[in-house]
Structure formats: structure tokens, C-alpha cells
């Protein structure tokens, strides 16, 4: 298969003005075209608000890729766009809570593979915890995976966020 017909995740940063709309355009471009989204982040990024970076993962081939990356550089207030798993180096992490629900042996086990993956217990009840855990998203499946035997509940996750590494900014 050529390399154009492999699929690959995305990870683009996007930087956009700070102003109503700009996201449910950039939302109503994958979905009007059939793209997914597999995370999506956006928060404001300087002192007075103006701009917002947004952060997509997504998946498709080496072509697709690109014309994403063409479809968002030609919306109106895009700035910059910037694929960061092929630009070089870059940093990715996400956030997720973790609610298990369990007693006994469970519960003991569910901890025991807590402090493993460094994930911290930010509520706790007789019945449950609240994991909190930040790392890779590879890291977060592993987990959520482990804990499905052991009570998983609830997940909530934050999306990823996503810089180059070293001096490249976007």
C-alpha cells in the first residue's frame, strides 16, 4: 500500500482569533466533509484573549491529511495552521477522570494499578474513586482498559494538548 493510502492520526494545532463561530466553523468543515474528529481542545491563548488555539486529532490518509490542513488554512480567522506529528517533535498530553466503583479485592486492585500509572485518587468514597490521570492517550486506554474489570463507571477526558517541542511555536 503507498504511503498516500495509509491511514496516520493528526495531531494540528490551529490558531484563530478569540470570537463567536470560529469553532462550529472548523467543526462544520470535517463533519460537512465526513471527516472525524477523534479530540478536540480549543482554549484561549494569550493575556487579553484575543486569539485560541485549538488542537484536533484526527485520522486519514496522507492526502486527506493535507486537505484538511488546506480546507482550515483558507477559514476566515485561521492564522495558522500546523501539523505537529509531521513538523517534528511535539509534546501531546490529555487529562481524564476516572470513576470506579467497586469493594474488596477489587478496590485494593484498582488502586494497586492506580499507583502504577501515577494516576491520583481525588475523591474517594466507601463505594468508589474519582482517578485523575495525565499522560499520552495511549496511557489513558491502557488504564480504562484495566479498569473495566474492576468497576470502571464513568470517564470523562479533556481532549489533547499539544505543543512542538524545542523552539518551533505556531
Known amino acids: 500500500m503507498s504511503d498516500l ?3 496516520r492520526s493528526a495531531t494540528i494545532s490551529v490558531l484563530v482569533d478569540n470570537e463567536a463561530g470560529v469553532l462550529a466553523r472548523v467543526t462544520g468543515l470535517f463533519s460537512g466533509r465526513g ?3 477523534d479530540s478536540l481542545t480549543v482554549a484561549p491563548v494569550d493575556a487579553d484573549g484575543a486569539h485560541s488555539r485549538i488542537n484536533i486529532v484526527t485520522t486519514g490518509t496522507a492526502m486527506v491529511i493535507e486537505q484538511i490542513k488546506a480546507q482550515l488554512d483558507r477559514l476566515v480567522p485561521v492564522h495558522r495552521v500546523s501539523d505537529l506529528t509531521q513538523e517534528g517533535p511535539h509534546v501531546a498530553r490529555e487529562m481524564a477522570l476516572i470513576k470506579v466503583i467497586g469493594t474488596g479485592e477489587k478496590r485494593v486492585e484498582a488502586l494497586r494499578i492506580a499507583d502504577t500509572f501515577r494516576a491520583r485518587v481525588v475523591d474517594t468514597t466507601t463505594g468508589s474513586f474519582v482517578f485523575e490521570l495525565t499522560g499520552a492517550t495511549e496511557k489513558l486506554d491502557a488504564f480504562i482498559v484495566l479498569m473495566q474489570d474492576l468497576g470502571l463507571a464513568e470517564v470523562s477526558r479533556t481532549g489533547v494538548a499539544a505543543l512542538a517541542r524545542g ?4
Open 5 to 7: 493510502m495509509t491511514m
Open 35 to 37: 471527516y472525524n474528529i
Open 167 to 170: 523552539t518551533r511555536t505556531i
